[in-house]
């Protein structure tokens, strides 16, 4: 699963490669600039203790201030280039999510949790986000001083160099395999650990004024703690394994430095040796970050897998290979014999379910929760696929349509329609990104509650909070009804508009959506049939079960049901 993912998180990085190798140079150039400078300081320091005249120096003064100025400026550059690498990764890494996550129906994002996806797409894409600095570079890096000091060292003294390569590949190998090998499940133990705990931190403070009225936070504190207590537990773990690591990269470091002096004593002149002593030791800069990556290696393969297990979920609803003939501007819309399940091991949720739309029709649609109201809505948007049957938009079938333009023919109003936490006038303007000022005005007068807005201090600048909070129930549907009449859909999908609502309210809202779409088809969903006593429908619909009903008499809405049919 990893390898594959690892794959996908390196095709990523192909748009950015010049700066990946500019990086690379660059971290190279600064870890070589820094043993050339403790090499160079050693054998100057070496040589003047010698007291044999200045100009035995030569040129090490100027060598000594070049490499010294060099290291600061590779160091700045290279963590200049690498953070805008891995910054670039980021944002495409979160864009890329998004992009591959929107085309998955509502069915398969409902098998996340909305907490889960959010710690998915923030915590574990921030956690790959590390994924250039501890993975890709640091093994190149590690290669490439690892034979340039190979092969400086030779010049020297040819066992020396042998020396340092061995210890430089056992503690560029040895040590990240053991921490690997010791934190591996500790890191994805982490990663599990913070993901269910953000999960858990979502849906508890969405779900914040129901446990309040409940009485319910003590509990729900009780486990907050248990969570943050075991998460907690396992970062000290990680702490521990880090403060091991750093030890033996030490010891090992040490050890290096001791075993080429023991050899290179008897072997090189005397002043050579704290050159060569030093050079070890500041070798190994580009060897100790690969036990922090063997380390953290845990983190990123969790962080990776759970990223790709959502985005590489395959859509369920593919979009049609060619383009259909133009739509006509006033459609019909046909349900011919229409099957429709959630789930292959549930029961349909309706059955040969027929209706026959013509343009500018009004149909009511009634029924108990679950009878399909709202599921109707999710198969017509091509959210959720139908098993069987057909659905025709005019003259075209509606799986040959591409879904954006399926998108374009429906104006959607539910009970819950979602306001962003922006201002009103970018809230209506979702209708249609492209629309003036002027536009937007024109759809609040026709939802009634231009008055309402212009009473505002900021008016259409005003900000509505999370989810419309700062709005009443009532405003919130005019808000989106003037949405939905920005879009100028030809078709209205309209599901319990009217729920949540004080009756008096409810009638305003309902006649002001009836009187804004006199031209245009209108599908109501509602089970308060009471307000629609002044109101007509072509054809009324109940749904019981797996039976739909035909009302004998639209313009009676108590009147009782005088047929048991599949068809409508």
Do not use: C
Not at 37 to 50: P, R
Not at 82 to 92: G, I, N, P, Q, Y
Not at 372 to 387: A, D, H, M, P, Q
């Amino acid at each position: 699963m990893f390898k594959s993912s690892l794959g996908q998180v390196l095709r990523l990085l192909r748009p950015f490669w010049q700066r990946v190798l500019l990086a690379l140079l660059l971290s190279a150039l600064t870890i070589g600039s820094s043993i050339a400078l403790m090499m160079t300081s050693a054998w100057l320091i070496s040589t003047a203790a010698l007291q044999l005249g200045i100009t035995s120096l030569g040129v090490a003064p100027t060598a000594v201030r070049f490499f010294g100025l060099s290291r600061a400026v590779f160091r700045y550059l290279e963590r200049l280039v690498s953070h805008d690498v891995t910054f670039r990764l980021l944002a495409r890494l979160r864009v890329w999510f998004y992009e591959r996550i929107e085309p998955l129906s509502l069915v398969q994002l409902q098998a996340f949790r909305s907490g889960d996806l959010m710690s998915r797409m923030v915590t574990d894409v921030e956690t790959l986000q590390n994924f250039y600095l501890r993975v890709v570079s640091p093994p190149i890096v590690a290669v490439i001083i690892t034979a340039t000091m190979g092969v400086t060292f030779s010049f020297f003294d040819g066992r020396s160099a042998l020396v340092l390569v061995l210890f430089m590949l056992m503690t560029g190998s040895v040590l990240p395999l053991l921490t690997h090998w010791i934190g591996n499940s500790i890191g994805q133990r982490l990663v599990a650990q913070r993901t269910q705990l953000n999960s858990y931190l979502v849906d508890t403070v969405q779900g914040m004024a129901d446990s309040l009225a409940f009485g319910y936070t003590t509990r729900l504190g009780e486990t907050l703690g248990q969570m943050n207590g075991r998460l907690s537990q396992t970062e000290r773990q990680m702490g521990r394994l880090d403060g091991l690591q750093n030890g033996l990269s030490v010891l090992l470091v040490n050890l290096a430095a001791a075993s080429v002096l023991w050899v290179a004593i008897d072997r090189v002149e005397g002043v050579l040796l704290a050159t060569l002593t030093l050079g070890t030791i500041a070798a190994f800069e580009a060897i100790t970050p690969l036990a922090l990556a063997g380390q953290h290696f845990g983190q990123e393969q969790t962080a990776a897998n759970q990223v790709f297990a959502v985005i590489n979920s395959a859509p369920t609803i593919a979009e049609p290979a060619s383009l259909p003939a133009p739509l006509p501007e006033r459609p019909s819309l046909a349900l011919n014999n229409v099957t429709f399940r959630y789930d292959a091991d549930e029961p349909p949720v309706f059955t040969n379910f027929s209706l026959n739309v013509p343009y500018g029709t009004r149909v009511l649609l009634t029924g108990e929760s679950g009878a399909g109201k709202s599921s109707l809505i999710n198969v017509l948007l091509r959210f959720t696929e139908y098993e069987a049957g057909q659905i025709a938009v005019g003259p075209t079938d509606l799986r040959t349509i591409p879904h954006e333009s399926v998108r374009q023919l429906f104006g959607v109003m539910t009970q819950r329609t979602h306001l962003f936490n922006t201002t009103i006038g970018e809230n209506i303007r979702i209708g249609r990104k492209s629309a003036s000022d002027e536009e937007i005005v024109a759809a609040a007068q026709a939802a009634q509650v231009h008055s309402f807005i212009s009473s505002l201090p900021d008016g259409y600048q005003t900000y509505v909070g999370e989810g419309g909070a700062l709005l009443s129930g009532g405003e919130r549907q005019r808000i989106a009804l003037a949405r939905m009449l920005l879009k100028d859909a030809p078709i209205w999908l309209l599901d319990e508009i009217t729920a949540n609502l004080d009756p008096i309210t409810a009638v305003h809202v309902l006649q002001a959506v009836l009187t804004a779409g006199a031209n245009r088809t209108i599908i109501l969903m509602t089970h308060r049939t009471q307000l629609l006593a002044n109101h007509t429908f072509a054809q009324h619909i109940h749904l019981v079960g797996q039976e739909i009903r035909v009302v004998a008499d639209t313009s009676n809405l108590a009147g009782r049901w005088f047929t048991s049919s599949r068809k409508a």
